[in-house]
């Protein structure tokens, strides 16, 4: 199943693909900061939102 991090305060997507990765490695890969507006990204998450990714090409 796709993954999709996305800044809350900016909306930017920090992290969009199918591998599973774990919250530490998502903010290393950005220096600990959103690309988009620069707020601190946190280990303990305030506020999280779980939504389904819509999946392109598949067949039924």
């Known amino acids: ?3 999709k991090v996305i800044c809350e305060k900016c909306g930017h997507v920090l992290y ?3 591998d599973l990765k774990p919250p530490d490695e998502i903010i290393q890969a950005n220096d600990g900061k959103c690309p988009g507006c ?3 990204i946190a280990f303990v998450p305030t506020k999280v939102m779980v939504e389904a990714a819509e999946e392109t090409g ?3």
Do not use: H, L, N
Request: proline share 8%; aromatic share 0%.
């Open 1 to 3: 199943m796709p993954q």
């Open 16 to 18: 969009e693909g199918t």
């Open 38 to 40: 620069g707020k601190k």
């Open 58 to 60: 598949r067949r039924r």
